[in-house]
């Protein structure tokens, strides 16, 4: 089988992509250096079933600062490159912090691709976000409308979607964008808002919502995120940006409905001024990620909040 490189690895979802493609029967090179957005327990709690499987190797270093190229050559060479590594969060990418995204997002990626350079790789998929669109000018929202992000960390995004492009374009590397609408699941970080409200309902605390929470997402499962990076690992496409949505666009308030009925508990819900860079709605058009790459989500939100309360009752425990 062939051989792949993870980065972010130790995240959310690239610890659950590293899992699957060492699933599937593939060599995992995985590197994470652990930035200190959220703890350092956490990412290594994510590793932990990835450190006892022969198929992975890990190594702790920073992407701006490694030999690239020796890392992809090596031996084996990598065939798979999927680049998850990144700054996360919206509202924190703000001021002075806009450096450190700069940094991670925009500098790491060239970088690699710099890398990736007149190597045979076999294809390279990047994470991107719905952050790149912004406030849309219409929902569901396709790959054709014209990305307006209102937020830096969008800006950083989409600024890295066009280089995966423009070195596909210059250089033959084949990329791949995929362009993920507000994936959740078990290790989902610990500041995003399923994890909020979870954590504070089973503890009794308040929670509190950004607006008037009838702001709404298209919520994606973490294993559907996962099977789209297969499924463009497969693809024989390259060049190209697809939306990777859940198919369930709800609004903040239904999800808190929904996850009083799995827990059997209330919610203490305080309401508070909307976040600069937060948009009001996302909803994916998916419809090119199905034609192309057969991509179609297979886990709903119900089913998908459950495994979710699920994992932190477990970890809580």
Known sequence: MSTCLVTGVAGFIGSHLAECLIAEGHQVVGVDCFTDYYPRALKEQ???NLRNQAQFRFVEADLLEMDLGGLLRGAPPIEFV???AAQAGVRASWGRQFEVYTRNNVLVT???LEAAKGLPLRKFVFSSSSSVYGDAEQYPTAETLRP??????GVTKLAAEHLAHLYWKNFAVPTLSLRYFTVYGPRQRPDMAFH???RAIVQGETITIYGDGEQSRDFTYVRDAVEANLLAMRSEATGEVFNVGGGSRVTV????????EITGRSARVEHTETQKGDVRHTAADTSQARKVLGYAPRVS???????MVAWMETMQA
């Open 196 to 198: 909020r409200f979870i």
């Open 301 to 307: 939100l119900r089913e998908g909040l459950q495994r």
């Open 110 to 112: 060239q970088r690699l």
């Open 148 to 153: 307006q992000p209102v937020s830096p960390y």
């Open 46 to 48: 994510n590793l932990e």
């Open 82 to 84: 999927f680049h998850l």
């Open 253 to 260: 308030n239904q999800v808190l409905g929904q996850l009083e």
